[in-house]
């Protein structure tokens, strides 16, 4: 079976707002993509819609060959993984995942190998008899992962299913559900508000903003050339700095020159150069600009250095380095090329 | 025991007064005084502890019949509302349009005191009344509903008054049910019906539980409507302790009959708890290495 998702010209209006404005989308089989933005901008009413929770105004969803939009949910065979985990608090851990097997009507020693699997799958299995209350957090939130596997879904979907935990879990159960991932090779799509952990689980990212696409990529490009300002911005942090661009050259406020990558660009807001791209050396002579702040993060150090007038970030990594005085004059060094940044234009006919 | 229980004993009992106090006169007391006047006799010239009025309560058959019509009315309306009251609550919290279709709607009874519903049933359902001219031009006999033996319109009665309550309560407990939770079984495959009985009414228990503890005692005590709409014959205990206390004046008689009924009332809810409790209780997928 074909587990594509497509998405076409999907609209979506709560009363006289519209959350989704006529979007496009395709998700090829296997993939893993996640949907970004920030809060408001349409991810989960997308996510939602495709899971058939929520009706679309109008446009279309396919699944392979299969138009599903108007297929009740329980018709759709999505796994679905939620905030608040979402188990049956009244169910044991095994009845929870046998759940959706006996929906299915399959029979009863194929459920209890099937959930047993599932079970030792997330790493659960000494737990199957517990109710959802007697485990952790990232426990439960496995649990529902088990529950949404074990029906051999079409596709998974994921509802910021790590945001209710502390961040160690955050990061171990994001390890586990992307090796899970990759194992099973099950088409998903995961909501996040997170860049770090979108980009840490995806294989595409797309980003979104106000119920449009922004763009979509996968991490790499997008954290190294984003098209548009407010991925930039969105994904990690990022100096902004107005250009001057002539002949292909870009002159940055100390005055350095560096070629840009990509000239011709229209509705330029400024070049972008990551924080860590920007690297520091403290100078008694002349200097490019003064350090205002530090703040020592273990890993790296972050420095806010004022540049004639304006402030700009560097990040220092290297456990050898000394942490620079507040008021020390610095050299700063731009990478060896430089990228334009558009400003994203929300499209003509979307309203607001 | 030590130094600082030995203060604090005192003060824990103080602040306890305000609610065991307040128990203990308006409810404790009273309850304690039906008891011991239950086993004192009417007659004159009998001695205290006795088991005359007990004797003469099982022994009467007016009054037996009574208890069991006592019951009858106490369970068959709180069974129709619940019938009624959980799709209800259900389908309210199934979309906005419903929820405030039926949301004003269902509260109209609760601002009806229990004797106007009475006498709107009288008027609807009597003989010769509404329903009946109604159905006379299609031909149709309506049963008897008002004052009959099985007491068909005094259990209409009680149910108009106990399904608002009952829908308030459990639509409360089932809107507080996680939507998430709802959508996860959705996904998984479960229609809206499996949904309502494998999610929403185990979730909800709690709060059926207590609807259908007030409807029962509510019902089961009620005077106003089977004294309305009931027949001559059985009287439930309710009414026949109104008759035995102020018409003839047989007050241990009426202390027997309350605490009989009170006795019944804790019997029938025990039962209750012990047959909900049990249901929608996890089993164990296999047997294995249980």
């Known amino acids: ?352 | 025991m030590n130094e600082a229980t030995r203060v604090r004993t005192p003060v824990l009992l103080l602040c306890l007064l305000p609610g065991v106090g307040y128990l203990t006169v308006f409810f404790g007391v009273p309850l304690v005084r039906v008891l011991v006047g239950s086993f004192s006799s009417n007659k004159p010239g009998e001695s205290f502890p006795t088991l005359d009025t007990w004797a003469t309560l099982f022994a009467t058959p007016v009054y037996l019949d009574g208890l069991w019509f006592s019951i009858w009315l106490g369970l068959a309306p709180t069974v129709l509302s619940l019938l009624v009251s959980l799709p209800l609550s259900a389908l309210m919290l199934a979309n906005e349009r419903s929820r405030k279709l039926f949301g004003a709607l269902y509260r109209v009874p609760l601002v009806v005191p229990g004797i106007v519903a009475g006498f709107l049933v009288l008027v609807i359902l009597d003989r010769g009344g509404m329903a009946a001219r109604l159905a006379a031009p299609l031909g149709l006999t309506l049963p008897r509903l008002v004052r009959d033996e099985w007491g068909l319109g005094a259990i209409i009665a009680s149910s108009w008054k106990s399904i608002p309550f009952m829908t308030l309560i459990i639509s409360g407990a089932m809107a507080s049910i996680n939507k998430e939770v709802l959508s996860a079984a959705r996904t998984l495959g479960a229609g809206r019906v499996t949904i309502f009985w494998r999610v929403q009414m185990p979730l909800a228990k709690p709060g059926i539980t207590a609807a259908v503890l007030l409807s029962f005692i509510g019902s089961l005590g009620s005077f106003v409507i089977p004294s309305l709409l009931g027949p001559a014959y059985p009287l439930p205990l309710s009414v026949s302790m109104y008759r035995e206390g102020f018409q003839n004046g047989n007050w241990p008689m009426v202390y027997a009959m309350g605490t009989l009924l009170s006795v019944v009332a804790i019997g029938i809810l025990l039962v209750y708890y012990a047959i909900v409790g049990s249901t929608g209780r996890s089993q164990p997928l296999s047997k294995r290495d249980s």
Request: hydrophobic share 40%; proline share 5%; with cysteine.
């Open chain 1, 1 to 352: 079976m074909d587990c594509s998702i497509s998405i076409r010209n999907l609209i979506k209006d709560f009363g006289s707002t519209r959350v989704l404005k006529g979007l496009d989308l395709n998700i090829s089989a296997g993939r893993f993509v996640t949907l970004l933005g920030p809060s408001g901008c349409g991810k989960t009413t997308l996510l939602r819609s495709v899971a058939g929770i929520s009706d679309p105004t109008s446009g279309e969803i396919w699944l392979g060959h299969r138009r599903i939009d108007g297929v009740a949910p329980e018709k759709r065979n999505f796994g679905m993984v939620f905030q608040t985990y979402a188990l049956f608090p009244h169910m044991s851990i095994e009845r929870n995942v046998a759940f959706g097997l006996e929906m299915r009507r399959v029979a009863k020693p194929d459920i209890a190998r099937r959930v047993a699997a599932a079970l030792d799958l997330v790493g659960l299995g000494q737990h199957a008899r517990r109710l959802p209350r007697q485990l952790s957090g990232g426990q439960q939130q496995r649990v529902a992962l088990a529950r949404a596997i074990v029906i051999e879904p079409n596709v998974l979907l994921f509802d910021e299913p790590l945001s209710n935990l502390d961040a160690k879990l955050r990061d171990s159960l994001r390890e586990d559900l992307r090796t899970l991932q990759q194992k099973l090779g099950i088409t998903s799509i995961y909501v996040t508000h997170d860049q770090t952990e979108a980009m840490a689980l995806a294989d595409e990212i797309v980003v979104m903003k106000d119920g449009e696409i922004v763009e979509r990529g996968t991490p790499v490009d997008l954290y190294r050339r984003p098209a548009f300002r407010f991925t930039a911005e969105f994904l990690g942090m990022t100096n902004v700095i107005d250009a001057e661009v002539r002949a292909g050259e870009c002159r940055l406020p100390w005055g350095a020159v560096r070629p840009v990558e990509n000239p011709d660009e229209r509705n330029v807001e400024g070049i972008a150069i990551r924080p860590e791209d920007l690297s520091i050396e403290s100078t008694d002579g002349e200097a490019d600009g003064v350090i205002e702040q530090s703040m020592f993060m273990g890993a790296a150090t972050h420095y806010w250095i004022s540049v004639g007038g304006k402030t700009l970030r560097s990040i220092a990594t290297g456990g050898h380095t000394a942490v620079l005085d507040n008021g020390q004059k610095v050299k700063l060094t731009a990478p060896p090329s430089l990228h334009l940044l558009r400003s994203f234009q929300p499209s003509p006919g979307a309203v607001s």
